[in-house]
């Protein structure tokens, strides 16, 4: 019992200690640009931590992780405290899937999968693509993106 509440403060000191560079992006569609704080995941530590344990999100605020080579894999939500829409985006950042996921806290916790091939992923609220009128085919793009990982 010792080794697992060492383990899980060793996570969150891990948690708290780890930062992320901070940018703009913007989500253009229906021929509106809508702007967005975002915390950019550009590396393996920074794509596992995400937005676990985090307790609020602002509404235009978010995190986008950016990939080195296209991927499918899919996202999952152990930790994560808040509801999340994630859109999956290509290098273009053209917008190929956007999904809902739920807090986990718990194990087992779902994997969420795009089913598509993607470069890059916001996420943001649950609900802000919806209230916006945003959906695929919708653009990402702005200062944020300049700091897509080289291969």
């Known amino acids: 019992m010792r080794h697992r509440l060492w383990g899980l403060l060793g996570l969150l000191g891990l948690a708290l200690a780890l930062t992320f560079p901070k940018s ?8 509106k640009r809508h702007l967005l704080k975002v915390e950019v995941a550009d590396t393996p530590e920074r794509w596992a931590q995400g937005l676990m344990f985090r307790e609020r999100l602002g509404e235009d605020e978010g995190m986008v ?8 894999g899919g996202f999952w939500m152990k930790n994560t405290l ?14 190929l899937r956007i999904l809902d996921m739920e807090p986990c806290r718990a194990d087992p916790c779902p994997v969420y999968y795009p089913g598509v091939v993607y470069q890059g992923a916001l996420e943001v609220n649950q609900g802000w693509f919806r209230r916006r009128g945003l959906a695929e085919g919708a653009r990402v793009g702005g200062e944020a993106l300049k700091r897509w990982p080289q291969r």
């Open 24 to 31: 703009t992006l913007y989500v253009e569609g229906n021929g």
């Open 65 to 72: 992780f950016l990939f080195p080579e296209p991927t499918a």
């Open 82 to 95: 808040i509801p999340l829409s994630i859109a999956f985006f290509d290098r273009q950042g053209v917008i």
